[in-house]
């Protein structure tokens, strides 16, 4: 049976999102820099042009994982794994960049790094999730049954995403609403500081793009070798 040669360097497009994505990141962390500071928490607010981003990557890599996780189950196409493992790994990072710069800002504004309010608590959740689904990938050998495994993580542990987001308008909670409130469309941002945002968003979203193309292709040259 005849097969298409797999390639095994990184194409075009994926070299596209990785190289525009770091020539712009200090335009993005400049414009950051520029931006007028808030009226309650002064410059201290420029964290959020980190956290923030990397809080939407994060929940935007775990709804790809958990889309391309259903594709797998219906259609056993091992490419639709390695995607949604990509995703998961890639958003991991974008996560654990959102809770570290989320406690930098916690503790001049609460007094504290860490505290077991709604927010933090569903996000810590929600990170240990995907810490457990890349465990559960490393404990099972057979690659059918690691897939499946994975895929049933990677669909039950986004139930945490919309919960997560939604923990400030749910319960009582130390951390502020949504500037950007998704739900109403609504935006409660200074036109300057939104442009910054949005920007870097845009960034990180590129980063993103390239990293899971990028470990995408690692993960099928791993695969290839695991049969062989």
Partial sequence: MLKVAQPD??????????????????????????????????????????????????YLAFFVTFLYSLLYLFRQNPRYDRVALASAEVGLVFMGLALVTGMLWARPTWGVYWTWEPRLTTTAILFAVYVGYFLLRGAIEDPELRAKAAAAVGILGFINVPISYMSVKWWRSLHQTQSIDLTTGKIHMDPAMLQA??????????????FVRFRSLLAALEARKEEA
């Fill in 9 to 58: 360097r990184p194409d075009v497009l994926t070299w596209v999102f990785l190289g525009l994505g770091l020539l712009l990141l200090p335009v993005g962390l400049y414009l950051a820099l520029s931006a007028p500071p808030d009226v309650n928490q002064g410059y201290l607010a420029r964290i959020m042009y980190l956290h923030v981003p990397g809080a939407w990557l994060g």
């Fill in 197 to 210: 945002l949005l920007f870097n968003l845009f960034v990180f979203t590129l980063l993103y793009l390239g």
